[in-house]
């Protein structure tokens, strides 16, 4: 059973197209990654999905309902950590978990128990009264990753959460997720960094808003490994990623031809 | 039969169940937006400053500054004639002080470019062989040269030029008839009475466009650029992932300034009676509503600016474009039926006339429901038909 399916996204910004038919599947519990360069269209892919803009062409489904017609349903099961700025910079480290709790109409002792477990596990607690534009980059995307998972969701979306952080704060970011992945969440990201890439059990490359690769990163390797593709002894995903986004131009140029 | 009646009424009943959890929690989702944006609005002291200070501050310098009751205007006086009687003249129409003297003034033209400079507004010349003419029993002519920059203060200096040599006038033909032994003719008087502002004051004129335009300037601004500070910040598109309907979240936004809005009419209203001796004739069921009803109105544009806008700067810009002419076209400062009549039809769809209508209605002629039910009832009709737009507007544009 899949949490996330994209089907043929499609989607124009005037004379450009952000996405052009993605679609790729992702099974529930799974931490799956897009990866891609700048304006590969991996944000627009993760606003179609959590609802935010409409499609031109294509179905978004999240939790087996279509994102178009799914309304709150929809928006119950899936919780969001946007690119950029997404919480109340007036407001502190509480006060936001409150609101965002009382717009999924959290139960009281519900948000109780949970926001004191999430601001344990994201280190937020001695913060909790700290306004959210005096967090460090890190705490901040700690906190809108704790306002997201308030209401448990069984969906994810996170959009490039690492950029901006620093190393330590990096890696706690990714041990939760993990961590969040191991209790039954489907959790997909958008990074820029190759590197991040190993750590999903499954990742898609993204290219002008199309899917070049996916697959299981141990299994791309693999096989870009005893590709010809590969002058390497020991490649690594930038060097797939680069190699596949190269073959990707020279058949658009071939076409264009 | 049974069967299917108990499970239609058993799947009616969780309708209404699940009706019911949806309400409530719009409920729980609105007070939640209402309490976020009153706290925030609380900690920005620049928002408390433009919400609550600004318009009291505002209404004591309009109070005090506009005042339309011209005394002591700066008058030169031209004595070409330099006789007892051009010495009197002169004395007598400055003894009431509209007009102030100024030195200068010794010939017409020293006198005009006195005026030119702005040293005063108006000049007085009283013609050589002023005298000699009165005594003649001749025609005279006292010539007023007028600083026409500013009509309203030149129309002050010309009536009451005009009306102090007209009851000379009259003196004199009196004396010519008692003379004759004739009896003077039958005079009608007029003998104007002001109701509803006995003392032509003008802070009780100015005082509900105070109101009027203080709270179309602060409501309307506030609300546009809120939404547009939501959507700059990127919080907008994380409210709308949550199961809040765009409508309840609307309805929180706009409900904090519909009760700082209240306030400031409260509280102006408090500086006016205080302050400028505003009288509040009438019942306060009709302030209230028509301020309820004018409040929709001016939320209502708002969120429809908001709607047009994609920043706080265009918002801003926006909310100054409609409220310079929304006052303008108004009757604040000038009456609506001194407009062309291609600018009255406008004035009919603009909210601001209904509710300085109410206001000057309601306060200083203490006019009831039965008085200004069609202007409230036009406030309620533009609220709800702006409301209505900038709401689907809005959830398009949201969805």
């Known amino acids: ?257 | 039969m049974i069967g299917k009646e108990r499970t239609e009424r058993a799947e009616g009943t969780e309708r209404m169940q699940k009706a019911g959890k949806r309400g409530r929690a719009w409920a729980v989702a609105l007070a939640a937006v209402v309490r976020k944006e009153v706290r925030q609005t609380l900690r920005d002291r620049r928002v408390m400053f433009l919400l609550i200070v600004a318009p009291l501050l505002q209404t004591v310098i309009l109070g005090y500054a506009v005042d339309f009751d011209f005394e002591n205007v700066p008058t030169l006086v031209v004595d070409l004639d330099r006789t007892a009687t051009s010495r009197m003249h002169a004395r007598r129409l400055l003894a009431d002080h509209t007009l102030q003297r100024q030195p200068g003034g010794a010939s017409v033209t020293t006198a005009t470019a006195e005026l030119r400079s702005g040293k005063a507004a108006a000049a007085i010349v009283l013609p050589p062989g002023l005298e000699r003419d009165v005594l003649a029993e001749r025609p005279a002519e006292v010539q007023v040269l007028l600083d026409g920059t500013d009509p309203n203060r030149a129309m002050v200096v010309a009536s009451a030029a005009a009306r102090y040599f007209g009851e000379t006038a009259e003196d004199l033909l009196r004396e010519r008839l008692a003379r004759a032994h004739v009896p003077p003719p039958p005079v009608i008087r007029a003998e104007p009475r002001a109701l509803y502002n006995p003392g032509l004051e003008t802070a009780p004129f100015m005082m509900p466009g105070v109101m009027t335009m203080l709270l179309v300037i602060t409501t309307t601004i506030v609300t546009a650029m809120g939404l547009s500070r939501e959507r700059e910040m990127g919080t907008l598109e994380q409210v709308l992932v949550t199961p809040i309907p765009p409508l309840v979240l609307l309805l929180g936004k706009m409900t904090p300034p519909l009760v700082i809005g209240c306030f400031d009419v409260f509280l102006v209203l408090t500086a006016g009676v205080w302050l400028f001796g505003v009288p509040v004739s009438g019942p306060p069921a009709v302030l209230a509503a028509g301020t309820l009803l004018y409040l929709v109105c001016t939320l209502g544009i708002g969120l429809l600016i908001s709607s047009v806008s994609k920043t706080q700067q265009q918002s801003f810009l926006a909310g100054f474009l409609f409220i310079m002419p929304a006052i303008l076209l108004s009757g604040v400062m000038t009456p609506v039926q001194a407009m062309p009549a291609w600018l009255r039809m406008v004035t009919y769809v603009n909210p601001v006339r209904y509710f300085i209508e109410v206001l000057r209605g309601n306060l200083l002629k203490g006019a009831g429901f039965a008085d200004l039910w069609w202007r409230l009832g036009a406030l309620g009709m533009i609220g709800v038909i702006i409301l209505f737009v900038a709401t689907m507007r809005l959830r398009k544009r949201m969805a």
């Open chain 1, 1 to 257: 059973m899949n949490a996330i399916e994209a089907q043929e996204l499609t989607r124009d910004f005037g004379a450009t197209r952000a996405l052009d038919g993605l679609s790729f599947a992702v099974p529930r519990g799974q931490l799956f990654g897009l990866v891609g360069a700048d304006g590969a269209g991996k944000t627009t892919a993760i606003r179609a999905l959590a609802g935010l803009i409409a499609l031109d062409g294509g179905r978004a489904l999240v939790a087996g309902r279509d994102v178009a017609s799914g309304g709150s349903l929809v928006r119950e099961s899936l919780g969001l950590v946007p690119q950029q700025s997404s919480l109340y910079p007036d407001l502190s480290v509480a006060e936001n978990l409150r609101f965002f709790a009382r717009l999924f109409c959290l139960p009281k002792q519900d948000f109780r128990e949970r926001s004191a477990r999430l601001l344990g596990i994201t280190r937020l607690e001695p913060f909790a009264g700290r306004r959210a534009d005096a967090l460090s980059g890190g705490m901040y995307k700690k906190l809108a990753l704790a306002c997201a998972l308030l209401h448990r969701p069984e969906v994810l979306l996170l959009d490039e959460p690492t950029v901006g952080v620093d190393p330590v704060s990096r890696r706690e970011l990714w041990a939760l997720l993990h961590e969040f992945v191991a209790e039954g969440m489907t959790v997909l990201l958008s990074t820029p960094y190759m590197d991040e890439a190993e750590r999903c059990h499954r990742v898609a490359l993204v290219h002008e808003g199309r899917l070049l690769l996916e697959g299981e990163p141990g299994a791309l390797l693999d096989d870009f490994a005893r590709s010809p593709a590969c002058r390497q002894t020991a490649p690594s995903f930038e060097t797939l990623f680069l190699a596949r986004l190269e073959q990707a131009d020279r058949e658009r140029e071939r076409g264009d031809a």
